[in-house]
């Protein structure tokens, strides 16, 4: 199974705002009608049940976008919306921004959404630009750019319950036998190199069965598969905690299986647990049984005796794990993850000089620039009117600029005539 994959999302930029006039019979001189852009499509990340990889997410294409805003036309009519792109995930899935550690949306109800890029605004049409001193302008807006955000999807298996232990315990062998599942089995460290899930049957109810792939010292620092799989652990609600009963000292094993849990996360240390003692078909260990018993009565822990390969003990192992789902408690994001927008303070005008270019601060101005068709002089005349209103005009003097001088906004330079 694909557990992280690394996407692109680009949302549709908006389309333009139309220049046009109302050109009809009898009516030679009619206003502006140009209708406005289409707002762009925009990148929704959606949980759904019926998806189970990320696996899609790595083959092939890793952008993606939605659809465009189409362009105003005359007679006011204005440019189709471009669609928006429904990326369906599986429950589970938590999303980084790349780069960053703490993550933005946590996806574990069906049909849950994360915006995960925002389509641009389509540009208005010429006909928002009348005034009575101008009553035929030509004038409209570009379209926003549609944002483009880099993702880190990480889908955390939602299971009921969790198939721990040391490697080559057995693990694989329970799940196939207590479940539909058939995991890769082998007598070898790592066999399972991806968790694997099976749905268990006790009389009426059913659960959901996961195989954590073997977990050894140094676990939680990232040895042997640890970090990749002990993250799948935390959104079990049980644990069976599988033990090999021809093992030297199987409770030490337990122990340190334990200890990489609880430095990992006290959270999915204090999981509730069954402990199963496996392969109770070697005549060896069903000899063991009574003094394995007496150690691992001082756990605390419900203990059950089983042979994964034959079967024993197994249909009473996964009613036991049933019973106790009944009263463990449910698993939830660690905290209802927003995105959050905090209002922006107030952006001041800032001037300063490159060369003899004054380089204008000022994202608003910027923004509105960019929207622009700069080699219209209607158009610079309405940019210039704005600045004013903005305060961008006082300050470009207070530093200094006359009419004339070249004047920078992002990337794009005008000349203040």
């Known amino acids: 199974m694909i557990d992280r994959v690394e996407i692109v999302t680009k949302a549709g930029d908006g389309g333009d705002g139309m220049i046009s006039f109302r050109r009809e019979k009898y009516i030679p001189y009619g206003g502006p009608d140009g209708g406005d852009g289409g707002n762009g499509g925009s990148v929704i990340i959606k949980a759904d049940r019926n998806s189970n990889t990320l ?57 849950q959404c994360f915006l995960a890029a925002k389509g641009g605004r389509g540009g208005k049409g010429n006909v928002h630009f009348a005034s009575s001193t101008n009553q035929a302008p030509r004038i409209a807006q570009r379209g926003d750019k549609g944002e483009e955000v880099s993702l880190v ?17 057995g693990k694989s062998t329970l799940l196939a036998t207590a479940s539909a599942a058939r995991p890769k089995i082998a007598a070898y460290p790592f066999t399972t190199t991806e968790p694997v899930l099976g749905v268990a049957s006790v009389d009426d109810r059913t659960f959901v069965l996961v195989e ?49 849990l609880a430095l990992f996360s006290a959270g999915l240390s204090a999981k509730p647990q069954i402990i199963a003692v496996n392969k109770i078909d070697i005549p060896e260990v069903r000899e063991r049984v009574p003094s394995l018993k007496r150690k691992l009565k001082h756990t605390g822990l419900p203990v059950h005796f089983i042979s994964a390969a034959t079967g024993e003990g197994v249909d009473k192992l996964m009613a036991a794990a049933c019973n106790m789902l009944d009263v463990a408690a449910p698993v939830a994001p660690k905290e209802e993850l927003r995105v959050l927008r905090p209002q922006a303070q107030r952006e001041r005008v800032k001037v300063s000089r490159d060369g003899d270019v004054y380089v204008v601060s000022y994202q608003k101005a910027e923004k509105l620039i960019e929207r622009m068709d700069v080699s219209s002089w209607e158009a610079r005349a309405y940019i210039w009117s704005q600045l004013s209103s903005m305060g961008v005009v006082a300050a470009l003097k207070k530093a200094g600029a006359e009419p004339g001088a070249v004047v920078r906004f992002g990337k794009i330079e005008l000349a203040w005539d």
């Open 55 to 111: 696996l899609s997410y790595r083959r092939g294409r890793k952008k993606f976008a939605a659809g465009e805003g189409l362009n105003g036309a005359s007679k006011k009519k204005h440019g189709r919306d471009g669609e928006d792109l429904i990326l369906p995930v599986p429950l589970g899935t938590i999303i980084y921004k790349r780069g960053a550690k703490e993550p933005v949306a946590d996806l574990t109800t069906d049909g």
């Open 153 to 169: 999807l990480e889908l955390r298996l939602l299971g009921d319950v969790g198939i721990i232990g040391h490697p080559s315990v």
């Open 212 to 260: 954590i792939p073997g977990l050894i010292e140094g676990a939680h620092r990232g040895a042997g598969l640890g970090l990749d799989f002990l993250r799948h652990a935390e959104r079990t609600r049980v644990l069976i905690h599988l033990i090999d009963g021809n093992t030297a000292d199987p409770k030490i094993d337990m122990d340190k299986v334990n200890e990489e």
